[in-house]
């Protein structure tokens, strides 16, 4: 169960957050539980969740070890801090930041290789989805993500199916069409690294993910957890998620 803050919050408010929040999920052992805060809020966020059973992620990370790269993060950067995860090829990075398959790629690989875990966002746009395009956007961001990577090295990877459509709107995917997505990624990821790890691979699902229906979605068989934007900004409502 993965939080996404995007570009919210402060470090006290960071710090706030925690306060309220490892209370209320303390002992709770099903899930995985992770809150990627902005870069800033990295060092009091890990301090904060120090000994708990939340891990810190971050929003990216470059695919250089070190460099002139002006606004960028290293793998080694966040490991350094104590941070274990990282979301990769957002839909806000590929929409404003000008991410594309390839970078996610690079990305993904550095992520694998200096030991963090990465969550790779894949999902279509409205207009891809309404001209019966989901199938084919999904495949070729998998392929393309997941481009010379072996099951081996990719064995901590995690998926996050994130219908853009669906992000901040508003409107979810119904729990059926959820599935069906993270079905298509499962049979690609079973093309690509076979069926033991696509059997074992967690997708998570992302998109106007609220405490009313979570339920809903997490019953299905198909989805593994989820990335939750907005709702995760209030420890309530995120803790009220992880335990739905
Ligand atoms: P949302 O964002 O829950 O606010 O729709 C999800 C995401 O972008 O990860």
Known sequence: MAANWKMYKTPNQARDF???????????????????????DLP???????GSNVSIGGQNVHWKEEGAFTGETSAAQLLALGVTH????????????GETDDTVNLRLKAALEAGLIPICCVGEVLEEREAGLTDDVLRRQ????????????????????EPVWAIGTGKTATPEL??????VIRREASE???????????????????????TALMSQEEIDGALVGGASLDAKSFAAIVKY
């Open 192 to 214: 690509i690294f076979g069926e033991e790890f696509a059997g074992k691979l967690r997708i998570l699902y992302g998109g106007s993910v609220k405490p009313d229906n979570a």
């Open 86 to 97: 990282v979301i990769i090829g957002h839909s806000e990075r590929r929409q404003y930041f």
């Open 44 to 50: 009091a966020s890990v301090e904060a969740a120090k």
């Open 142 to 161: 998998c392929v393309r993500a997941f481009h010379a990577l072996s099951a081996k090295k990719a064995a901590k990877l995690v998926v996050a199916y």
């Open 178 to 183: 959820a599935a069906e997505a993270h079905a």
């Open 18 to 40: 925690f306060r309220d929040f490892l209370p209320l999920v303390s002992g709770h052992e099903r899930d995985e539980i992770v809150v990627c805060p902005p870069f800033l």
